[in-house]
């Protein structure tokens, strides 16, 4: 049973192109978050929705566009992709919002790796 | 703003050998979480400490929340090769929602 799941797992593109990743978890969560991931391997926060609702929206060009079709799903779609867009996308879940309690503690998909030619 | 420090940045050893690492902050941190990300897969929570002082293993791996709540360190004893990735720290974002994590310790282990 995968925990959080996210397709897909490899991304190529073009610049210029609209693409969407999509993530599930059946954790039964009510939070989930969309982080990048860069060639240094930082791991920045990108978004995060709580039961629907976004609660972080980090300096994101707005060329990103996350939707939350219900608590369960948080998909992320790029408009007009770039070069610098290329990096690793994991979605994580954890089941209450509050960082600092054990409930915050977040799983994570096993990412998407996108590749913008 | 709040970051988190860890070092070293990298570690080479062989497989037997015990392991180190930390994870330092300017600021106060209430939790510490510690992760690990295996090569092409998303980052696993290893241990999390949530009182100062704190002392808590995972089989060969013992975490410490500093006194100062200003670190933490991370141990492995025998390291074995399944042991090789990239070690995270984290922690809450004070006023807000989010996880904030260091830029990771990669640990490579020769057999």
């Known amino acids: 049973d995968t925990a959080v799941s996210q397709t897909p797992k490899y991304l190529v593109t073009q610049m210029g192109n609209d693409k969407s990743i999509k993530c599930e978890q059946n954790?039964?969560?009510?939070?989930m978050y969309w982080y990048k991931q860069d060639s240094k391997k930082f791991l920045k926060i990108m978004f995060s929705?709580?039961?629907?609702?976004?609660?972080i929206n980090e300096t994101v060009p707005n060329r990103f566009s996350p939707k939350s079709p219900d608590k369960a799903h948080l998909n992320l779609h790029i408009n007009s992709l770039e070069l610098g867009d290329s990096a690793v996308y994991f979605c994580?879940?954890?089941?209450?919002?509050?960082?600092?309690?054990?409930?915050?503690?977040?799983?994570f998909g096993p990412g998407t790796r996108l590749t913008v030619l | 703003g709040q970051q988190l420090n860890q070092s070293p940045q990298s570690m080479f050893i062989q497989e037997g050998e015990d392991v180190s690492m930390n994870c330092t902050s300017s600021?106060?941190?209430?939790?510490w979480l510690w992760y690990k990300q295996d090569p092409g897969e998303g980052p696993v929570l290893l241990i999390a400490?949530?009182?100062?002082?704190e002392l808590t293993s995972n089989g060969r791996l013992t975490a410490q929340f500093g006194i100062t709540r200003k670190d933490s360190f991370l141990n492995i004893s025998a390291s074995i090769p399944s042991d090789v990735g990239i070690y995270f720290c984290?922690?809450?974002?004070?006023?807000?929602?989010?996880?904030?994590f260091g830029a990771g310790t990669r640990l490579f282990v020769k057999a």
């Open positions: 400490l949530y009182k100062a002082g």
């Open positions: 954790l039964g969560h009510d939070t």
């Open positions: 994580a879940s954890s089941q209450d919002r509050q960082p600092g309690l054990r409930a915050n503690e977040q799983f």
């Open positions: 984290a922690g809450p974002y004070t006023g807000g929602f989010k996880t904030i």
């Open positions: 600021s106060i941190f209430n939790t």
């Open positions: 929705y709580n039961n629907k609702e976004l609660i």
